[in-house]
């Protein structure tokens, strides 16, 4: 059962999950409508949780890719350039920062001077969530 106490565990939210899935359907139409009502109730819960959660996990990337920012910066001045780049690759990765229209290098490209370009895999923070939440 949910301690109040402490914070939810992702495992107590796959109970309550597993828990709806058994809602009791031999009831009358009052207790309906109340399940209704309290399903509702759960509907706003979870997705206040989920922009919670989405914040935090978002202010966290953004911490990671400043650190990531700052080593690129370092290697910038030591005159390491694929130590730059990699920095920057991976900031990229943890932050909203999408690739630069101006530096089509980092959108990739299928290679042979025909012109076409590899799709880019998104894999930055608006990335990551829309999967965990199985949104496009």
Sequence with gaps: MIDSASGVTTGELDSLVAALARLDEKVDDAERV????AL??????????QVRVTVGFVASQEQIADGWREHGRACSDAGDFDGWRQARDNARRASLEEPSPANPASEGS???GRGRKRPVLANGIAAQVALARAES
């Design 34 to 37: 109340e399940q209704l009502s």
């Design 110 to 112: 299928s290679g042979g």
């Design 40 to 49: 509702e109730r759960l509907k706003s819960a979870v997705a206040a949780a």
